[in-house]
């Protein structure tokens, strides 16, 4: 029986993806609810779309249910406890798979929050400012020399028509 069979009717909308590639894809585009992973996929492997997922902040709360026959190739990568995800290991009924969504839903909320932007410290916002006032005489005095030189350049012209 295939996963999206096993889902509760009703409940899920289910986007496919055909490869590893295919799902980060529909990943980035879709922002779905729930990821559910196979560990060995085509082209792109379960293990990379894993660290894809995990380096972007928007995607790492998603949560995440982790499936493969072979849990000792997911430990190799991954150790346990798996903090921030659900693993179900093939083959599984629905039972577990409902109970591994759960799981992946408590386990996604974990997550550290993202970093907050870094705040300038109030020594570089003064240093800061104080270069603000700096440029901005610096405008005021090029300002005066560029029309003190204006004038110059029009009695210069001006002198130059008297002796033609």
Do not use: C
Request: no cysteine.
């Amino acid at each position: 029986m295939r996963v999206k069979d096993m889902l509760p009717k009703g409940n899920f909308d289910v986007v496919e993806a055909k490869d590893g590639v295919d799902g980060i894809s529909k990943i980035h585009s879709e922002q779905p609810n729930l990821i559910m992973l196979d560990f060995l996929l085509p082209r792109k492997s379960g293990w990379e779309v894993y660290q894809e997922i995990q380096s972007d902040h928007n995607l790492k709360v998603i949560p995440l249910v982790l499936m493969s026959g072979r849990k000792n190739e997911v430990t190799e990568k991954i150790s346990e406890p798996f903090e921030y995800f659900s693993f179900i290991e093939k083959p599984f009924d629905q039972k577990q798979l409902v109970a591994a969504i759960k799981d992946a839903m408590i386990k996604s909320k974990k997550h550290p929050a993202a970093p907050a932007p870094q705040a300038i410290p109030p020594a570089d916002t003064t240093s800061m400012v104080q270069e603000i006032v700096d440029l901005n005489n610096r405008l005021s005095s090029m300002e005066d020399e560029m029309s003190t030189l204006k004038k110059q350049v029009s009695q210069l012209i001006k002198f130059i028509k008297t002796k033609l």
